[in-house]
């Protein structure tokens, strides 16, 4: 079993939706990450948090500590937010450990 | 503006020759992490390092070596060792060990 699961795994979405990504682990962590990458490759931080919720523009992150749960959120979705979102958190040797990441595509 | 910087973004190498890859940062991070990504996977750790003149083996470096001479560079080299090399590979850092992490754009090898 992975340490950490994402769903979707592929999520297409009409541009204006309301989208929710999961993520689920089962390692006890200090902070949890969400990312996102490109078609070109590159990736991006979008959230580092350890409790709660935070906002970012349209982005939303929450994270459920006791359910080891967090879900991101995209209000208002847009074209451009069609990318590849992945979830990570902090491993035992001070790396991060990734889920496989949910691929979104949003449709004008 | 401060960020980390791989080079080069596409590389074409031989079966049997060893290739480096570059990763420079200049955000003052202590931490600098190699990832091999596949299709359909998630990122792996090849190699980290916490601070200049030591680092650490993760889950896959066989076939890999690495070095931090320098707080800015942690080049990783891929030795003809490496069974499956043919990959993208992301170079990542954070200030602390499992700080927020700023990644790199990757380098995609390819090797024939």
């Known amino acids: 079993k992975n340490e950490v699961e994402q769903s979707p795994q592929n999520l297409t979405a009409q541009e204006g939706e309301f989208i929710t990504i999961n993520c689920s682990y089962s390692?006890?962590?200090?902070?949890l990450h969400w990312l996102q990458q490109h078609p070109g490759g590159g990736i991006v931080s979008l959230f580092m948090?350890?409790?709660g919720k935070k906002k970012h523009g349209r982005l939303i992150a929450t994270i459920n500590i006791q359910e080891k749960h967090s879900s991101l959120h995209i209000t208002a979705s847009h074209p451009r937010d069609s990318a590849v979102y992945i979830c990570?958190?902090?491993?035992?040797?001070?790396?991060?450990?990734f889920g496989k990441g949910t691929k979104l595509s949003v449709k004008p | 503006d401060g960020g980390i910087t791989q080079s080069p973004k596409y590389l074409f190498r031989k079966e049997g020759q060893n290739v480096t890859l570059s990763c420079e940062q200049n955000?003052?991070?202590?931490?600098m992490y190699w990832y091999r990504q596949d299709p359909g996977q998630g990122l792996r750790l090849i190699y980290y390092?916490?601070?200049?003149?030591?680092?650490q083996k993760g889950d896959i470096a066989e076939g890999y070596s690495v070095s931090r001479e320098k707080k800015e560079s942690f080049p990783l080299t891929v030795t003809s060792a490496q069974k499956n090399p043919t990959a993208f590979y992301l170079c990542?850092?954070?200030?602390?060990?499992?700080?927020?992490?700023?990644f790199g754009q990757g380098t995609r090898l390819t090797v024939v």
């Open positions: 990570a958190v902090g491993g035992s040797q001070g790396n991060l450990i």
């Open positions: 948090l350890s409790s």
């Open positions: 990542a850092s954070s200030r602390i060990l499992r700080g927020e992490a700023f």
């Open positions: 955000l003052n991070h202590d931490a």
């Open positions: 390692v006890g962590i200090s902070a």
């Open positions: 390092s916490q601070i200049v003149n030591d680092f």
